[in-house]
Each structure stands twice: as C-alpha cells, then as structure tokens.
C-alpha cells in the first residue's frame, strides 16, 4: 500500500473517537546468531481496561509500518518480523466506535480494503512473519495473528475470538478464508459461527492451540523471551512446524457447512444475515485464492457495515461496556456505606450460590441461616464444594481455598446477623414468609444495616411496610444462575432512602453485575417482559397452535423457545410470576390452564432437556388445553402477535417508569435473558419491525441510534 492509499483508508471516515494503536519496533538480536528479528509491539498507550483496537489511522500507522519493515528485509537487514501485544492485550479487533460516522457503502468498501491490504502486505513480507499472542485476541487481532507465517500463544490468553457474527457482522480481515484454509472447515465453523451464536462464547488460549490457530503453546511468565527463542529455533531449522493436511473434500465440506446453517437456522430462525454470509465466504474459501477471499470479504463487509443488524449489535455493545458501568438513576456513589459482613437468610441453592458470589467478590464472612441443621449444613456445603472445584481448575491457590472456606459460616440462628451490614433474603416467594423473615432480621441488625430482597416479582414497598426502619429495605434481583448471568436489578421501595440505594448499587458493582434500576412495580423490568411473552406463547398455546409452531416462531427474537425457557426457569416460578402478574394487570397477562397442570403434574417443564437438546415429554401433549375451536396459526402470525404485545408493554414500562430508558429495557434483556446482540435487545427490533409505531404510534429509539439511516 502506497502513503496515498494510506491517507486515504485514513480519511475512509471520520472516526472522531478513534484512539489510535501505535506499532513501534525494536530490533532484537536473535539467539544462536540466526540473525535480526524486527519486534512490532502494538500499543494505544492505554493500560489493559482499554484494549487495543484498530481504526483507520492505526491501520493506516501498520501498513507504514510494514512497508518500512519490507524495506530493510529487502536489505538483508533483517531476519524476520514479529508481532505482539501490549502486556495482557494482543489486540482486539476493528475500531467499531466509527461505524456509526460511515456515510456510505464506499466508505464501508474502502475500509474493508484497507484491513485486507495491511495484513496481506505483512504475510507478504520476504521475511518469515511471527506473532506472538501474549493476551486476549478477538476479531482483526486473530486475522492479523493468522496473517503471520507462524503463531506463539500464551496459556494465559483468556480469550481468543472471532465475534463478528455476534454482532451482525462476518470476520471481514481474512478471517472467513485464512481459519479455513488452516484448521478445517468444521475447526473454523466452531470459531465462527457456533461459538458466536452461543452467547459469544470464548476460547482460551490452550483452546484455542488445540483447535490448530497457533504453532506452539507458552507459559506466561516467560511468554515473550520464550517466543522469541522459538522463532530462533524455526528460523535456524532446529524447529520444523508441521500442520495437519486440510481435508479440502467437497462432499465433507459441504456437509459441515450445511450442519451450520441448521443451526443457525435454530438460532435466528434465518432473521440475522451474518452467519449465512459468514458461511457463504467460509464454502468459497474451500476453493478461492486469497485475492478472490479477500474480494469477497470485501463487498460483504461492505454491505453488513450498511445493515440495521450491525448498527443494533453496536449499540447493544455500547449498552453492555458503558450504560452498564454508569447505573441511570444511582444515587451519589459517596452516599454508600461500607460492607463488611453479610447475611444471608436461607440456604437453599438460590441463597448457596449468593454466598459463593459474596465471598468471592467481597471477600467479607457471610453468615448462612435456615430453619434447621441439615439446610444449613447442605448450604455451606454447597458453598465449600463449589470452592474446591475452582481450586482443582487452578482457579484458587490453597491458602486462598483456606481464607474463601473460613469466611462463610451457617446457623439456625439470626443473631449472627447482629454486626452484619447487609442481609439478603432468599426464602420462598410469598409475602408474608418474607415479611416475616425481615421481622425477625430487623430485631437483631443495626438501624443501618441494609435488609435486601432477592424477590422476583413481589413489592418491595409492602415487604418493608411494617418495619421499624422501611426506608433501609431494597430489592436485589439476582438472575438463575447467579455466578452466569450478569444482570442485577435494583429496586428502591416506596420510601427507601438514597444510602439504602447507593449501598445497593456499590455493592451490586463489586460483585461485577450490571446493575439496573427499576421501579417497583409487579415483576420489575425482565420477568414484567418475559411474563407478557411466555403468556402470550402460552395463550397461543392454549387456543391451538402446536406447540412445535408456537416455539420455532422464536428463534432468533428470543434466546431460546419459550417453553424450552420455562423449564430453565422452573414452572412452578414460571407460574407464580404469571399469576402475580395476572393479579396486577388482568386485562393484559394471561394465566394457563396448561403450565397450571404441568405444575400440578410435577413436571420440571415441557421438555426433557437431558439429553442436551430438548425433547418433547411424552406425557405433555396430554396436558395441553384442548379448546373446542382451535385457532391454529403460522410462524409469522404468531410472532407478529407477540412482537406486538412486547411493543404494548414496553411502552407501558417506559409510561410507567418502571425503566429509566428505552436503553435500560435492552441493557435488562441482553444481560438477564439472553436477547441477541443483533436485535438490539428488543426495541430496536420493535423500531425496524415498524411493530413500535403501528402499537404505540411511535419508534422507541431515534433514526439512526440502532439502525442504518435511510
């Protein structure tokens, strides 16, 4: 690439936020006298919270910075070239904050151009090529690491990714021809396509080497010094990397992209574009040369930088790494008061795994209480089980194991809540036995100490209403399971006052949740949402409509089907937070007769998920409402019908206050249901549906904020 071109992929856009990652080298004189390696580090100057990313004028930066590098290789300068990262960064991608600012499908094109120049240009040096994978490597920063004619990488990488598909987009650097052509099309399926449909799952390092992606695996302490002598010992012929053959036969080949593109059917019910486009690239790849896989990067590149879909799954991004750190509605952070004992009422599964979450995260004693030994006994137990099972991963050393273990006590009694500043309640979700169990609390603990309810649907501001001290109660709604599922929700009561709050919310974020407020309302923001869906399923259900149908009308809104997600949940919940739904709001929620009889029945849900995939249980069909007049409808229709319920009660929410935002009811659904990056969450799929203006009469969310403007 010329300066020209490189001025140019610079001035593509204006990524006014682009923080530019710089590409420095050092000449390392290499062992054994095989010559002069020439060290790329890639750094944006910034401390590992802000990884290194690439932009047009880092782009523009790296290919200066190669084509000075091919130049003395030309010379008989050098010996080879390497890359790395900056310490626990490798790098992590295209600068996806300048999306927004593309105006055009040229300016997307040149952009896609200008990544694919960079790298070709560094696979092209006449040098050997290394990288050197020191930390988390995602997106443009395998495909440069793939772009290199060998590969180190750390056992300590905690992730390495191709995340494109995720976010509505295909690995568009060389990804979808270079994995390929290295580890198989079936390899390269699993890192682009299933991974990031399954909740953008990441390999670690050691996983990723097993799966072929690099040559030799490092430990950490000595990662760098170490790759460098590797790469001496390749470069003298000490060292001979052999890789496994390709099967480039076309029958395989196509049968594992066409296993792919079922499940990808089963994961968006073909409503996403990037993992078809992503597997179109992936069956050319088989065949293609590089320019020709390149090309074809290119132009889909081009077009999904233009779609609705990535502009969603940026601001779902957006929502997840900065709504989510700044809590809209937190009081004053200086308002919380310090927690140094926790207390815990219960010591079912629920309130375990509260426990195991507190010590890690505080790192304060935790008390565990029940009504006899054997539940205190099998909490705590729970608890130290779960903790032993970290340190055989080598996730904690033995003195940590020792000081984790020592912090959580049980006892039938509440009187070692009296020093406690915190005390959660997880017992069962009935009024009157929480009412109750904060009596008693409130008997034992300071007049400060903050009394929080992990309910999922009842009020806060009844629960509190005949204490001494209501303003001290706060709702703290952990998600199944605890350790999983990010999301907290923070419900302040009627009279809750902003200490109470602010203690919360300090706590929620050093526990690692995002932390989201909600009015205290019936079911809150996610279980308000899921309980209009799941009843509308249900009620389609009811009327006729196979329950096969009813299910595959959600792929790709929902995580997974609702009556696969009712057995997650559990029916019996499932039920109760309908019915107190159905309590509040008659004329919208629905209760069903069916998911009544599955309860009474003691199913665990409609499904036999054994197996790993779910399996109708043979006895459900029988339990199933039979109406005299079936209504039996499609897949369109019935996702219509509950897109257009979920519109008529988000819109209520928001009237209600329930949320703060629009970009609080996604935030709460990406993180405590599962809803797609793609979609937005659920507004934005509400806005470019056009379901958001034909209920409510208008869009949720401005032209423009999770959508391409037209």
């Not at 039938?412 to 109750?436: C, L, N, R, Y």
């Not at 389609?540 to 057995?567: K, W």
Request: glycine residues 8%; contains cysteine.
């Amino acid at each position: 690439m010329t300066a020209t071109t490189a001025e140019k992929a610079t001035a593509a856009t204006d990524f006014a936020t682009e923080v530019v990652t710089r590409t420095p080298a050092r000449d390392i004189a290499l062992p054994g006298g095989v010559g002069t390696l020439a060290l790329v580090t890639l750094d944006n100057g910034f401390d590992h919270t802000k990884p290194n990313t690439f932009g047009p004028e880092s782009i523009a930066g790296l290919t200066a910075t190669i084509e000075r590098l091919r130049q003395r290789a030309e010379a008989g300068e050098i010996a080879a070239v390497a890359v790395t990262g900056k310490p626990f960064i490798f790098a992590v991608g295209a600068d996806l904050t300048g999306v927004p600012f593309i105006g055009s499908r040229d300016q997307a094109l040149e952009i896609a151009r200008a990544g694919h120049t960079a790298y070709a240009a560094f696979s092209d040096l006449p040098v050997p090529t290394f990288a050197f994978v020191n930390g988390a490597a995602m997106g443009g920063g395998v495909e440069l690491a793939l772009s290199a004619t060998y590969r180190t990488m750390s056992a300590g990488v905690p992730a390495v990714a191709l995340p494109e598909v995720f976010l509505g987009l295909v690995p568009g650097w060389g990804g979808c021809w270079m994995l390929p052509n290295l580890v198989g099309i079936e390899k390269a399926i699993t890192v682009v396509i299933e991974n990031p449909l399954s909740q953008n799952r990441m390999l670690k390092g050691v996983e990723a080497y097993q799966l072929g992606m690099a040559d030799v695996l490092l430990e950490p302490a000595d990662f760098l010094e170490e790759s460098i002598a590797w790469a001496a010992r390749v470069l003298s012929g000490e060292v001979t990397v052999e890789r496994p053959e390709v099967d480039r036969d076309e029958t395989a080949w196509d049968t594992a992209v066409a296993k792919a593109r079922k499940l990808a059917d089963v994961k968006t019910g073909r409503q996403a574009k990037s993992p078809y486009a992503a597997l179109d690239l992936l069956t050319a790849a088989r065949t293609a040369t590089r320019e020709e896989g390149f090309a074809a990067e290119d132009e889909t590149l081009a077009d999904l930088l233009m779609s609705d879909e990535l502009r969603a799954g940026l601001y779902a991004f957006e929502l997840v790494q900065k709504r989510a750190k700044r809590p809209a509605g937190a009081p004053d952070k200086s308002l919380a008061r310090t927690v140094t004992k926790v207390g815990i009422v219960g010591a079912g599964l629920m309130a375990s795994q509260l426990a195991l979450l507190f010590i890690q995260r505080l790192q304060v004693p935790v008390v565990l209480t029940d009504i006899d030994d054997e539940r205190v006994a099998k909490g705590v137990g729970y608890v130290h089980a779960e903790l032993d099972k970290l340190a055989g991963k080598g996730r904690l050393n033995p003195d940590r194991l020792n000081r984790y273990k020592a912090l959580v006590t049980g006892s039938t009694s509440k009187d070692g809540f009296a020093d406690a500043d915190f005390v959660i309640e997880a017992v069962f979700e009935e009024m009157s036995v929480k009412q109750q169990v904060f009596a008693e609390v409130e008997a034992v603990v300071s007049p400060e100490c903050v009394l929080a309810t992990n309910t999922s649907s009842l009020s806060i501001a009844e629960m509190a209403s005949k204490l001494e001290h209501p303003e001290r109660v706060v709702g703290f709604h952990f998600f199944n399971p605890v350790a999983v599922m990010p999301l907290l929700e923070v419900i302040p009561g009627e009279v809750t006052d902003d200490a109470t709050l602010a203690t919360a919310f300090a706590v929620g974020k050093a526990l690692k949740k995002t932390c989201i407020r909600a009015a205290d309302r019936p079911s809150f923001i996610v279980n308000r949402l899921l309980g209009r869906f799941m009843g509308e399923a249900a009620k389609i259900l009811d009327e006729g409509t196979p329950i096969e149908v009813v299910d595959r009308a959600f792929a790709g809104l929902a995580p997974m089907p609702p009556f696969v997600l009712i057995g997650l949940v559990g029916p019996a919940i499932a039920l109760h937070n309908g019915e107190t739904l159905v309590r509040a709001f008659p004329d919208r929620f629905y209760a069903s007769p069916t998911l009544q009889r599955i309860v009474a029945a003691g199913k665990r849900g409609f499904y036999d998920l054994s197996s790993g995939r779910p399996v109708l249980d043979p006895e459900v069909p029988e339990l199933i409402e039979q109406p005299a007049e079936p209504v039996v409808l499609d897949l369109a229709q019935v996702r219509e019908r509950v897109l257009t319920v979920l519109a008529d009660e988000a819109r209520r929410m928001l009237d209600e206050g329930v949320a703060q935002a629009p970009m609080d009811i996604d935030l709460a659904m990406i993180t405590g249901a599962g809803f797609q990056f793609w979609n937005g969450g659920i507004t934005p799929l509400l806005d470019r549906t056009g379901v958001a203006e034909a209920v409510t009469g208008s869009r949720f969310l401005p032209e423009g904020v999770a959508n391409a403007r037209r």
